[in-house]
């Protein structure tokens, strides 16, 4: 498999993946973040994202709310372009 069918395999499955998590409010900022950039992140990017999808939404929310700080590991620059998507989605409602 090629680097580029690689990477738009990943896409895909991180799309699908934030479009079921569970927790509405995390499922609408992952899925329209998905939907708006997905195709746009590079590899390290993607990784990150996929990252992100693989913590609990309960653990996610506290981040978003500013409950908790996000871990080192993921308070990188795809978590703060994602916490500013659902800023802005917060602010057209």
Do not use: C
Not at 29 to 58: I, R
């Amino acid at each position: 498999m090629s680097d580029t069918t690689d990477i738009e395999v990943r896409r895909r499955k991180a799309r699908f993946r934030a479009q079921r998590r569970g927790f509405r409010e995390i499922d609408l900022v992952f899925s329209a973040f998905a939907e708006a950039h997905l195709e746009t992140l590079d590899g390290h990017e993607l990784a990150q994202f996929e990252a992100l999808l693989q913590v609990a939404d309960w653990q996610v929310y506290a981040w978003f709310m500013g409950h908790e700080p996000a871990p080192p590991e993921h308070d990188h620059a795809v978590f703060a372009r994602l916490r500013a998507y659902r800023e802005n989605l917060r602010a057209r409602t």
